[in-house]
C-alpha cells in the first residue's frame, strides 16, 4: 500500500492559491479587465498630477539630464488615438510572440516527427533518475545563453523527461521553469544581458567617475555562486516540496504521444548527421575573421552582434533540419507535405496562445505609453534615496524594490535603465562598489519571473502544463513556482550578505566595495 502525501500548512496555503487563481476568468478576460484597469486609473493619475523626475545618461557624452515624466491617460486625444492606431504594431514588436513562432517551427516539427520522444529514450537512460531534477534546473539556468530559447525548448523537455520515468510531468516543468526563469539573471558563462546591463551600469557610475569602468566578467565569481545555489535550492525545493505536494500522476490526462520508432537508430543516426551539417555551417559563418555572423566594425562574436541576434533562428535549424533527416530515417517523410503539414498542426496548436498573446501585447504597450511604471519605479527609489540608509540596507532596499517592480515591470533592461542613475551614484558615494548594485540586481529581477502573470512567456508555460493536466489555470503556475520564489528569494539575499560582509570578490579584480 502507497504512502499518501501528508497534507501540510503550505500545501493548504498552495492548494487554496491555486483554487482561487483557477477560478478567475479565462488569462485573456483577465488581461481585458487589466487593460480596463489601467485606462481607468491612467486618467485619474493624470488628473492627479503624477509625475517624477526621470535622469537619463547620454550614451555618447555620458552627460546627466532630467526630464519630467508624467502619468499620460489613454483617455485623452493622444491616448485614445494610440489605442486605435498601435493594435498591429503592438502585436509585431512583442518579442515573445516572434521568438516562440520561430523556434516552434524547429521545437514543434521535431516532437510531432517524433525525434523528441526518440531523444528523451535515450537521455532517460543514460541519466540516473535521481539527478534529473538538478539536470533540468541547472540546463535552465545555462539557457540563458540562447536568451529566451529555454522557455521554448527545455521546459516542455523537462515535463516530457519526468512523464517518461514515471514521475509527475508537472514537477518536470516546475525544475526546468526554476532554472530558466528564476535563474535567469546568473549563469556560469558570460550571458547576452551580462553585455547590456554592464554597458547601463557603466553609463550610471560614469556620472561621478568618468574613468570607473566594469568589465564583462565584473559578477562572474558571483553568478557561478549563485547558479551552484539556484541548483541547490531548486532541486530540494522541487524535490522535497512541489512533487511530493503533486502526488500520483494520472497518465490518462497526457495529450500527446512520447513513444519512439521501432526502426530509431538509423532516424536518430540521419539526424546526428543533419545536426553537423548545421553545426559547421554556423561555424562557417561565424568563426573566419569578417564572417557574416560577426559584428561588422569590432569582428567580436559575443555581444550586440548578428550572431547573438540570429541564436532563435539557429536554434530552429538545429532543430529543423536534423527532424527532418530524423523523418527521413524512419520513414514519416516521403514528401515534402510530410515536412509541411507537421508545422501546420503545430502552429494550429498555439492559436490559443497567439490570440492571448495579443491581448497581452496591448496591455504592456498600454502600460508603458501611460508611463505608470517608470513613474512609480522613480518615486520608489526617491523614497529610499530620502531615508540615508547605509550601504548594506541601501542594497537590500534596492533589492526589495526590484522584486515589488518586477511583478510589472518584468524586463530585465527597462528597470535596471531607469534605477541605475539614482542608485549607482549614491552607492557609490556611500563607498559601495557598481559591481555590488549589479550584483543586487540580479537577484532581484530573477525570483519573481515564475510567479508573474505578467511575464510574456507565462501564458506559454500554463499551455505546456495544460498537455499533462487539462485543469490547469493561472492559479496553478502561481502555486506550483511560489515556493521556489519565496525559498530561493530568502537563501539568494544571504548569499548576497555573506559576499557583502566578507568582502568576497564579485569577479576578478571587482569587490563589493570601492
Request: net charge negative; charged share 10%.
Amino acid at each position: 500500500m502507497k504512502e499518501e502525501h501528508k497534507v501540510s500548512r503550505m500545501d493548504n496555503m498552495l492548494n487554496t492559491i491555486e483554487r482561487l487563481g483557477n477560478k478567475v476568468p479565462h488569462p485573456a478576460i483577465i488581461f481585458l479587465l487589466l487593460m480596463a484597469f489601467v485606462i481607468g486609473l491612467s486618467a485619474i493619475f493624470q488628473m492627479m498630477g503624477a509625475s517624477a523626475v526621470l535622469e537619463t545618461i547620454d550614451p555618447d557624452t555620458h552627460e546627466l539630464s532630467e526630464s519630467l515624466v508624467k502619468v499620460e491617460s489613454l483617455l485623452g486625444v493622444d491616448g485614445i488615438r494610440f489605442m486605435f492606431t498601435s493594435v498591429v504594431q503592438n502585436l509585431m514588436s512583442f518579442q515573445a510572440l516572434g521568438v516562440t513562432l520561430v523556434a516552434m517551427i524547429g521545437v514543434g516539427f521535431a516532437e510531432e516527427i517524433g525525434l523528441i520522444a526518440s531523444l528523451i529514450h535515450k537521455l532517460v537512460k543514460v541519466v540516473p533518475n535521481q539527478l534529473l531534477t538538478a539536470i533540468l534546473v541547472f540546463l535552465g539556468v545555462l539557457s540563458s545563453i540562447a536568451s529566451d530559447a529555454g522557455y521554448l525548448v527545455l521546459i516542455p523537455l523537462g515535463a516530457a523527461v519526468f512523464y517518461k520515468v514515471g514521475r509527475h510531468p508537472i514537477a518536470g516543468l516546475s525544475a526546468a521553469f526554476a532554472g530558466v526563469a528564476a535563474g535567469f539573471g546568473v549563469n556560469i558563462l558570460i550571458t547576452p544581458i551580462d553585455g547590456m546591463l554592464t554597458e547601463i551600469a557603466n553609463d550610471a557610475v560614469q556620472i561621478v567617475d568618468p574613468a570607473y569602468q566594469i568589465d564583462l566578467m565584473a559578477n562572474i565569481y558571483f553568478s557561478i555562486a549563485s547558479t551552484i545555489l539556484v541548483v541547490i535550492v531548486c532541486t530540494l525545493v522541487n524535490e522535497k516540496l512541489i512533487e511530493p505536494r503533486l502526488g500520483i500522476y494520472d497518465r490518462t490526462q497526457f495529450d500527446g504521444n512520447l513513444e519512439e520508432q521501432a526502426d530509431d537508430q538509423r532516424g536518430l543516426r540521419y539526424a546526428l548527421f543533419g545536426f553537423l551539417a548545421v553545426v559547421f555551417l554556423i561555424v562557417v559563418i561565424t568563426l573566419p575573421s569578417g564572417a557574416p555572423l560577426r559584428h561588422a566594425e569590432t569582428n567580436q562574436i559575443i555581444g550586440s552582434t548578428p550572431f547573438m541576434d540570429s541564436l532563435i533562428a539557429i536554434i530552429m535549424l538545429l532543430f529543423l533540419i536534423p527532424s527532418i533527416c530524423y523523418g527521413l530515417g524512419v520513414g514519416k517523410i516521403k514528401s515534402s507535405l510530410d515536412v509541411v503539414n507537421p508545422i501546420i498542426k503545430v502552429f494550429g496548436n498555439l492559436s490559443g496562445m497567439i490570440f492571448l498573446l495579443l491581448i497581452i501585447a496591448q496591455f504592456i504597450a498600454y502600460f508603458n505609453f501611460t508611463n505608470m511604471g517608470t513613474v512609480l519605479a522613480i518615486n520608489a527609489a526617491s523614497a529610499i534615496e530620502s531615508m540615508a540608509l547605509g550601504g548594506l540596507p541601501l542594497l537590500l532596499s534596492f533589492m526589495l524594490l526590484i522584486l515589488i517592480l518586477d511583478f510589472i515591470l518584468v524586463g530585465a533592461v527597462p528597470k535596471f535603465a531607469i534605477l541605475t542613475p539614482i542608485f549607482i551614484p549614491l552607492l557609490y558615494q556611500l563607498g559601495v562598489a557598481p559591481e555590488a548594485v549589479l550584483a543586487a540586481y540580479r537577484i532581484g529581477d530573477s525570483p519573481i519571473n515564475i510567479v508573474t502573470p505578467l511575464m510574456p512567456y507565462f501564458a506559454l508555460i500554463v499551455t505546456f502544463a495544460s498537455r499533462y493536466q487539462k485543469k490547469t489555470g493561472v492559479g496553478t503556475i502561481v502555486a506550483l513556482m511560489l515556493p521556489h520564489t519565496i525559498i530561493l528569494t530568502i537563501a539568494w539575499i544571504i548569499l548576497f550578505v555573506v559576499f557583502y560582509l566578507f568582502n568576497i570578490p564579485l569577479g576578478p579584480g571587482s569587490s563589493m566595495y570601492l
